[in-house]
């Protein structure tokens, strides 16, 4: 049994997710890996030895709860949730479904908020603790083609801060990441082919790559190895050919 502290990564089935979650298993934290498709965590290549996985949509507060307690039960109190979760359907406002826009608010927003329910009162309670919410570029930016995502992202950036606000004298640390655009399969849900195209041909202006999410892992678990008393707000972190 390890002395480590559990982890907590919801969306952990691919993209950020899964390399943070590489990173922490290597460095011996219990963890906790939410995501709703469980052949993929199963397939990550972890060692399991300290490593739960829980088939969990984050929009669904009372699976998120009862995972969460489960691996509590195992490895003691969550001592830190990486709020990763996210999509990202990109399309126009005139034309892109209100059930695309309900997706992304639920899943982006009400994900976190989830999230950190689950855990906010025991971090307080015992005075530590932290949480990292994967937000975006897009949470502080605009971008065209992405007005319900950026809606979800500011959410997300407002949100963070003012939980962080509340929660300062408590000693418990909320951070922001706010990555610009990375290899994962996160546009793989986009349903517009023209947004899919304008952000193609965005992606080509900086030389067909963008940010591979292993450095957005390393921020994540850099955030978390400073000391309790020390937070790292918020990091921006992007491609250096990304001009936007
Ligand atoms: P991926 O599509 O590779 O990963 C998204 C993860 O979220 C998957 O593991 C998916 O798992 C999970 N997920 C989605 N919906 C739910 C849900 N309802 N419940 C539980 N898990 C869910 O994309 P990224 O790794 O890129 O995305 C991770 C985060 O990073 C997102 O919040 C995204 O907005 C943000 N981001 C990404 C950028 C990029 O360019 N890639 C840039 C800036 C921010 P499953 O399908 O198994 O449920």
Known sequence: MTNKKLIVITGASSG??????????????PLLLIGRNIKRMEALPLDFQNVMLAQVDVTNLEDFTASVR????????TDLLVNNAGVMLLGNVENQSAHEWQTMLDTNVMGV??????????????????????????????????????????????????????????N???????PGAAETDLLTHVTSASALSDYQAWKESMGGLTLDPKYVAQTVKYIYDMPQAVEIREVSIAATRQDA
């Open 113 to 170: 908020l989830n999230g950190t329910q689950v855990v906010l009162q025991n971090m307080i309670d015992r005075q530590g603790g932290t949480i990292i919410n994967m937000s975006s570029i897009a949470g502080f930016k605009a971008f065209t083609n992405h007005a319900a995502y950026v809606a979800s992202k500011f959410g997300v950036h407002g949100a963070t801060e003012t939980i962080r606000q509340e929660v300062a004298s408590k």
């Open 172 to 178: 418990v640390r909320i951070s922001l990441v706010a």
């Open 16 to 29: 950020f997710g899964a390399e943070i979650a590489k990173l922490f298993n290597v460095a011996g934290n």
């Open 70 to 77: 489960a691996a509590e039960a195992k490895f003691g109190p």
